[in-house]
């Protein structure tokens, strides 16, 4: 019998034998892992473990987009289309065509509507306003006056055609939800009751709280009520101003004097925010109620236009 000897690993006793070929557990695990282990472990196996971390960097490292591909800064200004090769019509071709889309349409519940496209920066200030056309649009307009119904100014107010008056029982009336106007007005006396009221809340954003910078807020309540009667607000949303210019049954006289006006004063506006933004009109659209928009081309009628006698009054 051979004798004992030392293992040089673990200095411990073994025999010859055992020396010279592997235990029968090693071999079961070396077989084990040549089969259950994949390529890439494999790989790993047998890889430094930087190179593999280097290897995962550069795999998941983030590529630099092409120039092309990169956000865009955003707009500062509202986009305006192209007009050279745009198709424009005259205002009574416009009109003609108008009418057509509104057959069987009341001619008092359809309206002209002017949309006005402006060049103008996007934080820009806006525009916004209220002016009476020659040829009114809506006459039944319901205007309610803050002021003490017995007073000189509140009964002005009456006479001018508001068709409410009055201080705690309008208080009373808006905070119960009965809103019967349109149009608000306060006297400048009756401002600090009109601030303790509480309806500011209600009023403010159906836009119907007065205010000094709407000119809502005013001395001679009469005069405003007359000329708030038929009048029209106007403001700009978006580079746009939209606004109401006619009923279907205006002819084309009366159509050209509210545009001319609207645009002289929309024109007084913009020059007045010169100095903050810088705005001019780029493109004038009519359209109507049921109807498309239609570019003009700022002629009164073309030579292919019919003669002005056909759009009479409907």
Not at 147 to 161: F, H, L, R, T, V
């Amino acid at each position: 019998m051979a004798a004992a000897r030392f293992c040089p690993a673990c200095l411990s006793r073994t025999s010859p034998s055992t020396l010279l070929r592997p235990s029968r557990a090693a071999a079961q695990a070396s077989f084990t892992r040549s089969f259950s282990s994949t390529p890439s472990q494999a790989l790993h196996a047998s890889t430094p473990l930087a190179a593999v971390q280097s290897a995962n960097a550069a795999k998941y490292k983030r590529r630099d987009l092409p120039t092309s591909s990169k956000k865009r800064k955003g707009r500062t200004t509202y986009s305006t289309p192209d007009l050279k090769n745009a198709i424009q019509f005259s205002l009574v071709d416009a009109m003609r065509y108008l009418r057509a889309a509104e057959v069987g349409v009341s001619p008092t519940v359809s309206k002209y509507e002017l949309h006005i496209k402006l060049k103008t920066p996007k934080n820009g200030a806006v525009v916004r306003n209220r002016m009476r056309l020659p040829h009114p649009v809506k006459t039944d307009l319901r205007i309610c006056v803050i002021a003490p119904p017995d007073s000189a100014a509140g009964k002005a107010a009456k006479a001018a055609g508001a068709s409410l008056v009055g201080e705690e029982h309008v208080f009373d009336m808006i905070r119960e939800g009965k809103i019967d106007f349109e149009r608000c007005i306060c006297h400048t006396d009756s401002l600090a009751k009109l601030s303790k009221s509480g309806v500011a809340r209600i009023l403010g954003p159906r836009g119907l709280m007065p205010s000094a910078k709407t000119n809502t807020v005013v001395k001679d309540v009469s005069t405003s009520v007359k000329d708030m009667v038929g009048a029209s607000e106007y403001r700009e949303r978006a580079g746009v101003i939209r606004m109401a210019i006619g009923q279907l049954g205006f002819t084309p006289e009366e159509m050209q004097r509210n545009i001319r006006a609207f645009v002289e004063a929309l024109k007084k506006d913009m020059a007045g925010l010169s100095d903050r933004t810088a705005k001019e009109i780029h493109e004038v659209v009519l359209s109507s109620t049921h109807g498309p928009g239609l570019s003009l081309s700022g002629e009164f009628r073309s030579a292919e236009s019919v003669p002005t006698a056909d759009l009479s009054p409907l």
